[in-house]
């Protein structure tokens, strides 16, 4: 692991063999960030707090997340055309079982892609041993780091800052996960930014709504008294009919006397188009997490049909390109730069497949006896091992042969 030490000297669990780091200037996305200057025009500012008060930021954000939390992660060893799993490699315990002793890997990538969602950027901290083989990934809070990038290579170098100073981490010891739509392949801003109009939006229409639910979801009345002509009565009017009429007395029969009479003000909120503003908005988030709606619970359009569509969705367009960054970051810093044309890893999606588990079937079944591919090589797609016969490339023009027929019953004569 290379550190550069900058202030502090750091204890133990922290120190490694001192290694001259380049010349670093540029610093990029400084902590803490100024949320305050972030706000939106719609409403509220828009903080990672604030922005997970929303139901359909929160849903997205535990959607993506916990996904990465339960797929599985193992480390492969290629061979041949194929891959079969590679426990021996120290990756493989990092990646598939405990990050460290105290977080899972499941909880790790959870955080780190949560991380990346809310703040720009999700942090994991490589420890090595004397070596270099990685033993332990620690998680990163990521007001506690900043970027900055080589001015002449672009190369990019981590300040973490402690409670005892900084230091300065290298790429090849850091798990840096980037939320999508990095403008310089460096950096990236969190999603809840680049959708704060819409997240602020929703959070005004919810305090609208909380605001109208404050008086048990009854609008005002109005009191015609022409007996009472003075502001004290008419207060006192209406105190003792809200006496009458408010909570557990709410719904009773009205009452009114001394020539008074009651009408209720009637305000629709549909007037304003409100329920469908609030449901625009779960729509418009969405979108911005580029999950389905469907998804996160906005079915006004969901058939049963385009629900199976949008699940699919769901994995190519919203997982995959998390998933590619995942890829890209275990084989940087986890796999020995000689290592990486035999050692690969990946994510096991069987789990998220095994609705579709029929049409893959039937996919396989046309691609291997329409002579397109071998069984091996199906089987390779489903990450299991090779069999002896399975690199025989059938024929379509061909049948295949059946048992051999019993012989005829030889008659009594």
């Not at 332990?136 to 990521?142: G, N, S």
């Not at 389905?292 to 919203?318: D, I």
């Amino acid at each position: 692991m290379i550190f550069h030490p900058i202030t502090a000297t750091f204890p133990t669990p922290l120190e490694a063999k001192a290694a001259s780091a380049p010349a670093v200037v540029g610093l990029s996305q400084p902590w803490p960030v100024d949320w305050n200057a972030l706000a939106a025009i719609a409403g509220p500012a828009v903080t990672p707090e604030t922005a997970m008060s929303v139901p359909a930021v929160k849903a997205c954000v535990e959607l993506i997340a916990g996904a990465f939390q339960s797929l599985p992660v193992k480390v492969y060893k290629k061979e041949g055309e194929g891959r079969i799993e590679a426990p021996e490699h120290p990756a493989y315990s990092l990646v598939h079982d405990d990050a460290c002793e105290w977080m899972s890997a499941g909880e790790l990538r959870a955080q780190l892609v949560t991380d990346a969602l809310l703040r720009g950027s999700g942090y994991g901290l490589i420890r090595r041993d004397a070596d270099g083989t990685p033993f332990e990934i620690f998680h990163l809070q990521p007001q506690a780091v900043s970027i900055v990038t080589d001015q002449i290579t672009g190369e990019p170098w981590f300040r973490v800052t402690t409670a005892r100073g900084q230091m300065m981490v290298s790429h090849a010891d850091m798990l840096h996960l980037k939320a999508p739509g990095s403008l310089d392949g460096i950096t990236s801003t969190a999603t809840i930014q680049r959708a704060r109009n819409a997240i602020s939006l929703a959070l005004a229409l919810e305090h609208h709504a909380a605001r109208i639910m404050k008086n048990g979801m009854r609008p005002s009345g109005l009191i015609t008294a022409p007996a009472v002509k003075s502001q004290q009565g008419s207060q006192s009017l209406a105190a003792s009919f809200l006496t009458q009429h408010s909570d557990e007395n709410a719904g009773s029969v009205a009452v009114v006397y001394g020539g008074a009479t009651f009408a209720p003000l009637e305000f629709k909120s549909v007037d304003q188009q409100f329920m469908e503003q609030r449901a625009f908005q779960v729509a418009e988030i969405a979108k911005a997490f580029s999950v389905p709606p469907t998804l996160v619970g906005e079915l006004a359009k969901a058939t049963l049909s385009n629900s199976e569509t949008m699940g699919r969705q769901f994995l190519q367009l919203t997982l995959l390109p998390w998933i590619s960054s995942f890829r890209s970051a275990f084989r940087r810093t986890l796999i020995r730069k000689e290592d990486r044309r035999t050692f690969e890893i990946d994510f096991v999606l069987d789990g998220l497949l095994q609705a579709d588990s029929t049409q893959r079937a039937a996919f396989y079944n046309s691609l291997v006896t329409s002579g397109i591919m071998t069984p091996n090589e199906a089987r390779a797609r489903e990450n299991m091992p090779p069999r002896k016969d399975g690199d025989k490339l059938g024929s379509p023009h061909v049948a295949t042969p059946s048992a051999t027929p019993s012989p005829e019953p030889t008659a009594n004569v």
